[in-house]
């Protein structure tokens, strides 16, 4: 059996809330009306451990219930809060051997993210900027839209991962409100110039060639020498079995890589779209000589035996300016936007009386 006991600051904190008067009042007037504040806390205190049903001191062990990890203004940051934030972190980490000087650290982060939220909220509750349940609801289901599942599926997927759904509903409210905050007090403050725009532009593609041919290939590749356990005679007849099948229309390209490839089968052997000039000489001689949709004969290399398949061939034509603007403006914006956001919370932080509280106190901060 256990006995429950308040953390002293939490404690102090309920007799705040229960009478708030006692701690508003002149210094003459608290004496007075301490004593009615703690003795309903008392009295709140007993029916709970009655109702509780908690056994005589000499039958117990203690039990810290929570406490307050920090202060954001007139908000409260639990530990229990900070608990729940870091366990999976701090399970990972210890199984990983990490010293509980790293692990505490880590809950010391996962707080100030704590903070950080507490002062967020204060900022929609005073400009009335917080997500109706409604918006809650029709973000539950476009999620569930763009995942193609139904809102009853992503409510079994949410509660899989050991959240309930009023906890995914409490994130997705803040996300929103925060998201929110960003766009009426930060997003606003954004601005991008034409030259920034162009230095982005010269940075992602001044170097890109001005013109030639693209081919997108799959690749087999069976692996032959030491570490294999099969010579290149044997790597090449299981490569050319490959390119047969495949030709004859017994399997698709992609399914025989998933079983014979030995370089990335889950890519089922897509490589993508390279420049021709990028590719390995080998493969860019051998490419020249396809038309879209032949598989080549198995091609020996010191490494092992290769088959390729010429998916597409297209010319190549440089990204404009024109072109690349709409992304590299949404790069440099949400660059910005992060800069700035980090810029405006250290003002809200520095306006709003923070405090640190218990084991937490060493790191504490405006």
């Known amino acids: 059996m256990t006995q429950i006991r308040l953390d002293p600051g939490a404690a102090s904190q309920i007799a705040h809330t229960v009478c708030p008067a006692a701690f508003r009042r002149p210094r003459r007037w608290r004496l007075r009306l301490a004593a009615p504040a703690m003795l309903l806390l008392s009295l709140l205190a007993l029916v709970t451990l009655v109702a509780l049903g908690v056994p005589k001191p000499s039958e117990a062990t203690e039990m810290l219930v929570d406490g307050i990890a920090a202060q954001v203004g007139h908000r409260y940051v639990l530990v229990s809060e900070v608990e729940s934030l870091a366990r999976p972190v701090a399970e990972r980490m210890r199984t990983a051997g990490a010293p509980a000087s790293e692990i505490f650290k880590m809950r010391n982060e996962a707080l100030g993210r704590l903070i950080e939220e507490k002062l967020i909220e204060g900022v929609v509750a005073r400009l009335e900027m917080e997500a109706s349940q409604q918006e809650i609801d029709n973000t539950i289901r476009g999620i569930a839209a763009d995942n193609g599942l139904t809102v009853d599926q992503l409510k079994a997927s949410v509660e899989s991962h050991g959240l309930t759904m009023a906890e995914y509903r409490s994130k997705l409210k803040g996300e929103l409100e925060r998201s929110r905050v960003l766009n009426a007090l930060v997003r606003s403050r954004i601005r991008i110039e034409a030259d920034e725009l162009e230095l982005a532009y010269l940075e992602r593609y001044g170097d890109q060639r001005q013109g030639g041919e693209q081919v997108n290939v799959r690749h087999i590749m069976v692996g032959a020498g030491e570490g294999t356990g099969r010579d290149e005679r044997t790597a090449c007849q299981i490569a050319q079995d490959a390119a047969d099948q495949i030709r004859a229309g017994k399997v698709e390209f992609g399914e025989m890589a998933r079983r014979t490839t030995e ?5 089922a052997g897509e490589l993508g779209w390279y420049h021709t000039d990028e590719i390995a000489p080998w493969m860019s001689t051998t490419v020249a000589a396809m038309e879209e949709g032949d598989v ?19 010319t190549y034509s440089p990204v404009s300016l024109q072109q690349a603007e709409p992304q590299l403006r949404e790069e440099i914006s949400r660059h910005k936007m992060e800069k700035e956001y980090m810029t405006w919370l250290e003002t809200v932080r520095k306006q709003t009386y923070i405090a640190r509280k218990g084991i937490f106190a060493e790191n504490q901060s405006r």
């Open 263 to 267: 370089m990335n089968p889950e890519q």
């Open 296 to 314: 080549s004969d198995a091609i020996p290399m010191p490494f092992g035996c290769n088959v390729i398949q010429l998916a597409g061939r297209r």
